[in-house]
Structures are given as structure tokens and as C-alpha cells.
């Protein structure tokens, strides 16, 4: 899908670095530029990042809900992540913080910096098979997931697509991962669910919406 690009974006970025740090896109893993949390961040809260967040929806309604938790929102595409700016310099809180990045290589860009939570909301299902690598549950991603996240972390997927989530659940289960919640119809269960506003759009269309969490096996590496 063509992005449609916003005049003024990348210099309403760089106004705005209390809000966002932009994160130039690397070739090489030795390369990588380092996240700088903001001074404002408290360090004995814990750290949930959103990898793919689009306009900005979910992560700060869940920061505006949980002054507990530091968030992280992670977009690749200045015109995308513009929107979630938009969000934040209108109501701006202390607890959120945006990453304009790539995030191929993401263990290498928050290099010491551990996480709590991962959240791949409606990520992009690259159906072709010349493009599994690009999923964000193919092994490459996870073993990068294992290394940010913290011991007892979590790893939370949203889709629409049903392919992609089996392919995610199948990735999962064989790196290995526990498999702690599962939901091919989420928006039926009875608990806290925060919708993204491709999550909106889909469930007015009457979509089922599939969920994952799981947690990586302790004795992975023996």
C-alpha cells in the first residue's frame, strides 16, 4: 500500500525530541544507534514497547491507563508515526516515548535496555513465502525478542489474519515458547482489550480478531 506522505513530518520530528527520538535505518547490526530514553522516564517501572504502531491509538490510550508502566511506541514511516506526534503534543504524557526505526535490527538499537512486554498489533502479514523473513514472528525476530526481554517477559500478538497467525502460533511453539493465552475471536472474551484503529475498522466489518501470548522456555539455552 502507498503511504501518503505529510509535507512537514520529518521537521515536525526533529522539533519535538522530549516526544521522539529518530533512529536513522541501518544496513548492519554493527551500525545500530542507540535508544536514549528520556530523563522523564522513572527506570523502576516497567518497560512495554509497541513494534508497528501505526498512528499511535493503542499505545497512548494504554500509557494514558497505566501511569505505572513506561511505553514505547515503535514506527517505521515518518508520515505514520506523525499521527501518534499529533497525539502526543496535543496531550502530551510523561510516560510515553516514540521511535521513528526500523526495527530489523532491534536488540542491537536498545542495546542494554530491557523490556517487559512486546506488543506486534496488526503487523504486516507478508503472505508471499519470498517474504517470510519479514514477519515479525519469523525466528529471526524472536531470537532478538529473547535477548530484549526481560526473564518472565511477554510477547503479545493481535491480527486479523488467520494465516498469519497460525504461521505465528507454529513459529512460537517450535523456537521453543509457551503459548499462555490463545483467542481466535478476542473481541468474545471477557477481559481489558485496548483496539488499535486497524482493530476498530476490522471489527466493525465483523472480522475475528486472533490473539497470542506467550512467554520464552527458561531453559532455552540450558
Known amino acids: 500500500m502507498r503511504l501518503r506522505k505529510i509535507k512537514g513530518a520529518k521537521e515536525e520530528i526533529k522539533a519535538h525530541q522530549d516526544y521522539i527520538q529518530d533512529i536513522k535505518d541501518v544496513r548492519r547490526e554493527s551500525?545500530?544507534?542507540?535508544?536514549?530514553?528520556?530523563?522523564?522516564?522513572?527506570?523502576?517501572?516497567?518497560?512495554?514497547?509497541?513494534?508497528?504502531?501505526g498512528k499511535g491509538q493503542f499505545i497512548h490510550t494504554l500509557a494514558k491507563k497505566h501511569p505505572e508502566i513506561n511505553y514505547i511506541g515503535i514506527e517505521r514511516f515518518d508520515s505514520v508515526i506523525y499521527r501518534a506526534l499529533e497525539k502526543m503534543i496535543a496531550e502530551p504524557l510523561e510516560n510515553l516515548f516514540l521511535l521513528r526505526m526500523d526495527a530489523t535490527y532491534i536488540n542491537a538499537i536498545f542495546d542494554d535496555i530491557k523490556v517487559d512486554r512486546i506488543y506486534l498489533n496488526f503487523s504486516d502479514p507478508w503472505p508471499k513465502v519470498?517474504?517470510?523473513?519479514?514477519?515479525?514472528?519469523?525466528?529471526?525476530?524472536?531470537?532478538?525478542?529473547?535477548?530484549?526481554?526481560?526473564?518472565?517477559?511477554?510477547l503479545e500478538l493481535k491480527t486479523d489474519n488467520e494465516l498469519l497467525f497460525s504461521?505465528?502460533?507454529?513459529?512460537?511453539?517450535?523456537?521453543?515458547?509457551?503459548?499462555?493465552?490463545?483467542?481466535?475471536?478476542?473481541?468474545?472474551?471477557?477481559?481489558?482489550?485496548?483496539?488499535?484503529?486497524?482493530?476498530?475498522?476490522?471489527?466493525?466489518?465483523?472480522?475475528?480478531?486472533?490473539?497470542?501470548?506467550?512467554?520464552?522456555?527458561?531453559?532455552?539455552?540450558?
Open 31 to 53: 551500525d545500530a544507534t542507540h535508544v536514549v530514553l528520556p530523563k522523564r522516564f522513572d527506570s523502576k517501572k516497567p518497560l512495554h514497547i509497541e513494534i508497528g504502531m
Open 130 to 154: 519470498r517474504h517470510e523473513k519479514r514477519r515479525l514472528t519469523h525466528p529471526n525476530f524472536l531470537v532478538q525478542y529473547e535477548a530484549l526481554l526481560q526473564k518472565g517477559g511477554t
Open 167 to 222: 504461521y505465528s502460533k507454529e513459529q512460537i511453539e517450535n523456537y521453543p515458547m509457551n503459548v499462555i493465552f490463545e483467542s481466535k475471536d478476542l473481541h468474545q472474551e471477557e477481559m481489558e482489550n485496548v483496539m488499535t484503529e486497524f482493530e476498530e475498522k476490522f471489527a466493525k466489518e465483523g472480522k475475528h480478531i486472533y490473539k497470542i501470548t506467550a512467554k520464552f522456555k527458561e531453559d532455552n539455552h540450558g
